[in-house]
């Protein structure tokens, strides 16, 4: 692999920015050339310090600060400030198997496809996660099935590798959310009739904890972009709503 630019949306995460080292490990074994772009978004813990810290270590590494609480402002932030074309939007959690991006980056390189997801709800994606997850998970599904109709055919929430020429008007025009971002990267690329293609992942979730605040934010924000003006222009204008 060669020349990929990956992106961290990170807020408070004092305790898992330590991942990032091993994330660069890997990098080290299997990209030629590579950036790393964490962008730290309404941090109120030492997250921002300890990006200052990593930066002194790592030559190809950039950070942001954003004192938004958006998940949506820092991947447009990472986007805007990256300089390769083949763009990974990564989590600091480090849940998901990382050979998706060797798989993503062959099938990016074909130039067949502009977008490769990684959705858990794959037939052939390998999850252990806690049940409660699972449920809530199900059931956010069938909340955004009803609302999005056929534009939703798998798990949104997915991690994800693209080409930042052709998913230009994608990015530009997400919203900025931040629960919902990553459901209104994967809804626009519908719209759009952009070539994605799914494949599976392998992922390790051991976050048992229920946050009804994002429940209840990821709902709102879903509402909002569902009758906001991108969504009913897009869609009547690619979809002949």
């Not at 609480?69 to 990256?82: F, H, P, Y």
Request: glycine fraction near 2%; charged fraction near 25%.
């Amino acid at each position: 692999m060669n020349s990929i630019s990956f992106i961290f949306p990170v807020r408070n995460e004092e305790r898992r920015l330590d991942n990032i080292n091993l994330f660069i490990k890997w990098c080290k074994k299997n990209v030629k050339s590579f950036e790393i772009i964490l962008i730290s978004n309404g941090s109120t813990d030492n997250t921002l310090k300890i990006l200052k810290k990593i930066k002194k270590k790592y030559f190809f590494l950039k950070y942001f600060s954003l004192n938004k609480s958006s998940r949506g402002l820092a991947i447009k932030t990472g986007i805007k400030n990256s300089k390769f074309n083949i763009i990974g939007i990564c989590s600091i959690d480090n849940a998901w198997d990382l050979n998706f991006y060797k798989k993503s980056y062959k099938i990016l390189k074909n130039k067949e496809f502009s977008i490769v997801f990684g959705p858990k709800d794959h037939s052939k994606s390998e999850i252990y996660r806690p049940l409660i997850r699972s449920i809530i998970s199900f059931v956010c599904s069938i909340f955004l099935k009803i609302v999005f109709g056929n534009l939703i055919t798998e798990d949104t929430q997915c991690i994800k590798m693209f080409k930042k020429k052709d998913t230009k008007l994608i990015y530009k025009s997400l919203s900025d959310s931040n629960f919902f971002s990553e459901c209104e990267f994967f809804i626009l690329s519908k719209i759009l009739n952009k070539k994605v293609l799914s494949i599976p992942v392998n992922v390790k979730d051991n976050k048992s904890n229920v946050n009804i605040f994002f429940i209840y934010s990821f709902i709102i924000e879903a509402l909002k972009f569902r009758f906001s003006s991108i969504f009913k222009r897009f869609y009547k204008k690619y979809l002949n709503f």
